[in-house]
């Protein structure tokens, strides 16, 4: 098979992994000076960091041979589908091609399982050494860990690799018993242990030679099964303060032909992947709890933001005045995020906060409305019931059906 034709093949069955942003592995390039590649700047993916840099990635699966039968898996050992596989030597040849040729920064590279887990994970290793030290390339390497595999191996990728990831794909033991049985929640969780195990290493012993400098992180798919939102937002809050990812991507599960019927016949909402995504963002960066968002069973609303809709279930914290609260709270009003909340204790220091303020700072004027109070403004539907509020406050319907790149890390 020629290599376009593999690449057009593998490059497709990689696009299921959300798993590829690039942000937060360190400039490689301000240590070593000589060598290809850089971390900043068919089969190309772009992610986005948290400065707003557009990085390209070359996304790829070694092969999309599989000795697993996940259900939810168009590259599944029974999936009818066209297989390929590249060397070890295909791969090198294609990422320092690419990079000569300026069209990526870094390499995002997966598997199926062949042969046994250990093999699989030596040829990816395999390839990041090349990359590494034959080649001298410093861009991003970002290498999919195969749980299975000897902790050695998974050991030694990370000397070559920003970050790695492993999947847990699902967000409970019964479900990866149904859809995926020869998986194990249990030996995932060993796999990532290993991995916080080596970052915590690292950064108790800072002279410790590199190890993953990106971190680690995973990816849930939705709607694949029966699991809601609150079980899956539980799963990821154990997740962070287990294992200290540094981000669980949300893959909305995408049918394929002949899909089992143990799997749904259509794809869950775009919009709920978009919500959970909005809501990972506030367990991560707004203090807020898996519990607070979703304090009884069930899934996000997708006609509003998960910070709306904890605004509206807690109207007792409102309407918030902004020149006594502290920056936590402040942030918790919707319209208003984390910046903004820092540029307004900043401004409090020189004067009092009023509603051209917020305007100068480009909040969302219609949805903080009616949450805060300024030196000048008192909200006159501060009082009015939360359900006329969120008709008032809902996303507008072709506001819903877009569908903005969260993936940045």
Same mark, same amino acid.
């Given at each position: 098979?020629?290599l376009k034709d593999k690449l057009?093949?593998?490059?497709?069955?990689?696009?299921?992994?959300?798993?590829?942003?690039?942000?937060?592995?360190?400039?490689?390039?301000?240590?070593?000076?000589?060598?290809?590649?850089?971390?900043?700047?068919?089969?190309?993916?772009?992610?986005?960091?948290?400065?707003?840099?557009?990085v390209s990635l070359l996304k790829?699966?070694?092969?999309?041979?599989?000795?697993?039968?996940?259900?939810?898996?168009?590259?599944?050992?029974?999936?009818?589908?066209?297989?390929?596989?590249?060397?070890?030597?295909?791969?090198?040849?294609?990422?320092?091609?690419?990079?000569?040729?300026?069209?990526?920064?870094?390499? &995002?590279?997966?598997?199926?399982?062949?042969?046994?887990?250990?093999?699989?994970?030596?040829?990816?290793?395999?390839?990041?050494?090349?990359?590494?030290?034959?080649?001298?390339?410093?861009?991003?390497?970002?290498?999919?860990?195969?749980?299975?595999?000897?902790?050695?191996?998974?050991?030694?990728?990370?000397?070559? $690799?920003?970050?790695?990831?492993?999947?847990?794909?699902?967000?409970?033991?019964?479900?990866?018993?149904?859809?995926?049985?020869?998986?194990?929640?249990?030996?995932?969780?060993?796999?990532?242990?290993?991995?916080?195990?080596?970052?915590?290493?690292?950064?108790?012993?800072?002279?410790?030679? $590199?190890?993953?400098?990106?971190?680690?992180?995973?990816?849930?798919?939705?709607?694949?099964?029966?699991?809601?939102?609150?079980?899956?937002?539980?799963? $990821?809050?154990?997740?962070?303060?287990?294992?200290?990812l540094k981000r669980v991507y949300?893959?909305? &599960?995408?049918?394929?032909?002949?899909?089992?019927?143990?799997?749904?016949?259509?794809?869950?909402?775009?919009?709920?992947?978009?919500?959970?995504?909005?809501?990972? &963002?506030?367990?991560?960066?707004?203090?807020?709890?898996?519990?607070?968002?979703?304090?009884?069973?069930?899934?996000? $609303?997708?006609?509003?933001?998960?910070?709306?809709?904890?605004?509206?279930?807690?109207?007792?914290?409102?309407?918030?005045?902004?020149?006594?609260?502290?920056?936590?709270?402040?942030?918790?009003?919707?319209?208003?995020?984390?910046?903004?909340?820092?540029?307004?204790?900043?401004?409090?220091?020189?004067?009092?906060?009023?509603?051209?303020?917020?305007?100068?700072?480009?909040?969302?004027?219609?949805?903080?409305?009616?949450?805060?109070?300024?030196?000048?403004?008192?909200?006159?539907?501060?009082?009015?019931?939360?359900?006329?509020?969120?008709?008032?406050?809902?996303?507008?319907?072709?506001?819903?059906?877009?569908?903005?790149?969260?993936?940045?890390?």
């Open positions: 098979m020629e057009e093949i593998l490059a497709d069955a990689a696009k299921y992994d959300a798993s590829c942003a690039s942000s937060g592995a360190p400039r490689r390039d301000s240590v070593d000076k000589d060598g290809l590649g850089a971390t900043n700047g068919m089969g190309i993916c772009h992610s986005y960091t948290p400065d707003g840099r557009c790829i699966l070694l092969t999309n041979f599989c000795v697993y039968d996940c259900q939810y898996c168009v590259n599944r050992r029974t999936s009818n589908v066209p297989r390929a596989r590249f060397s070890v030597d295909e791969v090198v040849k294609l990422t320092v091609d690419f990079y000569l040729r300026n069209y990526i920064d870094g390499l &995002f590279l997966s598997s199926g399982i062949i042969q046994s887990s250990d093999y699989t994970m030596e040829q990816l290793v395999e390839v990041a050494r090349r990359l590494r030290e034959e080649h001298q390339f410093r861009g991003y390497i970002h290498l999919k860990t195969i749980p299975d595999a000897d902790p050695r191996l998974i050991e030694l990728a990370g000397r070559y $690799a920003d970050r790695l990831s492993v999947n847990i794909e699902l967000p409970t033991q019964d479900s990866v018993t149904k859809l995926a049985p020869e998986k194990s929640v249990h030996t995932i969780k060993l796999a990532m242990g290993s991995i916080r195990t080596k970052l915590d290493e690292k950064d108790d012993h800072p002279k410790a030679p $590199a190890f993953a400098p990106a971190g680690q992180s995973t990816q849930m798919i939705v709607g694949a099964d029966a699991s809601d939102d609150q079980t899956i937002l539980n799963t $990821a809050q154990t997740l962070y303060g287990s294992y200290k949300y893959s909305a &599960f995408s049918p394929i032909p002949q899909s089992p019927s143990s799997v749904p016949s259509a794809p869950p909402p775009l919009l709920r992947e978009h919500r959970l995504y909005q809501a990972d &963002f506030l367990l991560r960066g707004y203090g807020f709890t898996a519990r607070e968002l979703m304090p009884k069973a069930g899934n996000l $609303a997708l006609d509003i933001d998960p910070k709306l809709g904890w605004a509206l279930a807690n109207r007792d914290h409102f309407p918030l005045d902004l020149n006594r609260a502290d920056a936590t709270m402040i942030a918790r009003v919707p319209g208003i995020g984390l910046r903004t909340a820092k540029r307004l204790i900043d401004l409090r220091r020189l004067r009092r906060i009023r509603w051209e303020d917020l305007s100068r700072l480009r909040c969302s004027l219609k949805k903080l409305a009616p949450f805060v109070i300024t030196a000048d403004y008192k909200p006159v539907q501060g009082t009015a019931p939360s359900d006329l509020l969120r008709r008032n406050l809902a996303d507008a319907p072709q506001q819903m059906n877009l569908w903005p790149e969260l993936r940045a890390a």
